[in-house]
């Protein structure tokens, strides 16, 4: 029976693999092509076994691997893998055949240049702050209205451009000093520290600025150098630190008085309590203006309140109220004596009426129209006027009326009695 890795050939001639085959072919090939090297990367899904092999992806924004290091390799590293940490790792390409997949052999490890600084900055800030040297009691507040700021920085930097357009767009009225220092490279952190206790010995400035632009954090690391950080922490004058961008910390943040989130976000704090005291001045001037109108309208409405009353206490304006006074007296008796006229008449008026109504005359009127009513229904009501509407009034042989249809039988005698004379009849069948 033939291998299940031998080679097969169709019935058109084609070579024909299984997948064992070709599976290990390629892994062949990768072997083979691809020489071992150094590969850097984050660790991620990390698992250790109990063997002792420890099993991880190795990936970077663009792609993953799968990686495995075997436990004589694991044991002999200094670095611990932990999920998140960036490494370099020198290995070989391999292929797991059962699955088909292609992994990275790892025989060493070391912690990448990122991930020791950020130890660094940890352990550092860990103790420092242990120290005290964070906590808020340090923090002194920064001034209101600062006359003098300096601001320690690179002068050839984008950030100071920055921070002296926002100033002056701002319309600042203070005074800026460029305290010039490297901000990056060997001595940064010694060279700032220094122009940070010099500028404080100045004794000229109310507030001090420290600080660069953004950048990695290997650029940033003189902000998290001890030497400066305690300088900074120790200085008399209130410190505003702003270095990097918004996502960027340095441990002189945590030292200084205030962490603006970058150079420009400093220059915004600066002058927003003087923009705030320009508006104060303005509504002050405003109000002050409507205050003064006010006062004037006042004082003009007091100046035409006396003038009204001088013209009140003159001898022509209380000859002219006594001639108001008097015509209002006249219209006023005018009036009361048209009342009682009038009043006069309503009462002769009423007596008339009552008069009329007693009267015989009246009465005998009343009387008549009263009969004429009464004659009238009692016409209506009569049996000629009922049989003048078309009625008939039928009588038995004694003359009594009949009203009813029963009170009849068949061959009898009757009258009927119409509104122009009676009529004898015989009742029928």
Known sequence: MKSRDATLHGAAGEQVETVTAFTRRVK???ERGIQPGWVRGEVSNLRVQASGHVYFSLKDAGAQVSAVMFRGDALRQSARLTDGQQVLVFGEVSVYEPRGQYQLIVRAVIEDGVGRLQREFEALKKRLADEGLFAAERKQPIPTLPATVGFITSPTGAAVQDFIRILQRRRWRGRLVVLPAKVQGEGAAAELAAMVREAEALGIFDLLVIGRGGGSLE??????????VRAVAACGVPII???GHEIDFTLCDFAADVRAE????AAELITSNFLAGVDRAARAAEALAQNADEAALAARARLDQARGRLRLLAPAAQIERGHLQLDDARNRLGAALRHALQ????RLDAARAGLAQRSPETRVQIASHQLLSLWKRLQAASPQSVLNRGFAIVRDEAG????????LRAGQRVTTQFADGDQPMRVGE
């Open 262 to 265: 970058t150079p420009s976000g």
């Open 400 to 407: 009594q009326p009949v009203a009813r249809r029963a009170g």
């Open 28 to 30: 062949n090939l990768l």
């Open 241 to 243: 630190s702003a270095v």
């Open 219 to 228: 650029d940033l690391w003189a902000f998290n150098e001890e030497e400066l």
């Open 343 to 346: 009043h006069q008449r309503q």
